[in-house]
T-cell receptor, first 115, second 110 residues
Framework: DAGVIQSPRHEVTEMGQEVTLRCKPI?????LFWYRQTMMRGLELLIY????????DSGMPEDRFSAKMPNASFSTLKIQPSEPRDSAVYFC?????????????FGEGSWLTVV | QQQVKQSPQSLIVQKGGISIINCAYE??????FPWYQQFPGKGPALLIA?????SEKKEGRFTISFNKSAKQFSLHIMDSQPGDSATYFC?????????FGAGTRLFVKA
């Protein structure tokens, strides 16, 4: 299995621009998560989906952030307009089932720098 | 109630020594406690995990000790090696929701 695939791996953009991060979860996984990692705040859960439906977006910092999952094999996280404080590593992750004990598989992350 | 507190923030250990990372949680509803290992430029990956009905779990050089009454758990890395240098995250989960600690950056000196 190829694992969780994220793109782009690195993105440098100017403040005010739209940023779209993409994710392909592991085939057969029912849950998809978007996390943000910063030195100050560690790993934060932004939003998660179950069977393509957003379940909890309480971690999404502002209305500038939006996420979609149009099908079981693709999800996007969009920031519009981007700001320098959005600079972070954004991880997509997936897991097989909702019960405790299922391993969360992370992608390698999208490193975003907003200048 | 959702927090997982992790310490220390960073740790330097000599090769062959024991690395110890501690975590504490508040919500007694958590029923699964994984540890993730993250190398630079990579995503976190599951290292070892424990359920609260067990006080200790060992996998190779890695051991989790769990104290349910104190709501604390720790990771012990025996015979630490330079290849263990990474960031370690403890976590607590219930169902679909996993809360991560802030992470510990471990450096093992050769």
């Amino acid at each position: 299995d190829a694992g969780v695939i994220q793109s782009p791996r690195h993105e440098v953009t100017e403040m005010g621009q739209e940023v779209t991060l993409r994710c392909k979860p592991i085939s057969g996984h029912d849950y998809l998560f978007w996390y943000r990692q910063t030195m100050m705040r560690g790993l934060e859960l932004l939003i998660y989906f179950n069977n393509n439906v957003p379940i909890d977006d309480s971690g999404m910092p502002e209305d500038r952030f939006s996420a979609k999952m149009p099908n079981a094999s693709f999800s996007t996280l969009k920031i519009q307009p981007s700001e320098p404080r959005d600079s972070a590593v954004y991880f997509c992750a997936s897991c097989r089932a909702p019960s405790s004990g299922n391993t969360i598989y992370f992608g390698e992350g999208s490193w975003l720098t907003v200048v | 109630q959702q927090q997982v507190k992790q310490s220390p923030q960073s740790l330097i250990v000599q090769k062959g020594g024991i690395s110890i990372i501690n975590c504490a949680y508040e919500n007694t509803a958590f029923d699964y406690f994984p540890w993730y290992q993250q190398f630079p430029g990579k995503g976190p990956a599951l290292l070892i995990a424990i359920r609260p009905d067990v006080s200790e779990k060992k996998e190779g050089r890695f051991t989790i000790s769990f104290n349910k009454s104190a709501k604390q758990f720790s990771l012990h890395i025996m015979d630490s090696q330079p290849g263990d240098s990474a960031t370690y995250f403890c976590a607590a989960s219930k169902g679909f929701k996993t809360i991560f600690g802030a992470g510990t950056r471990l450096f093992v000196k050769a």
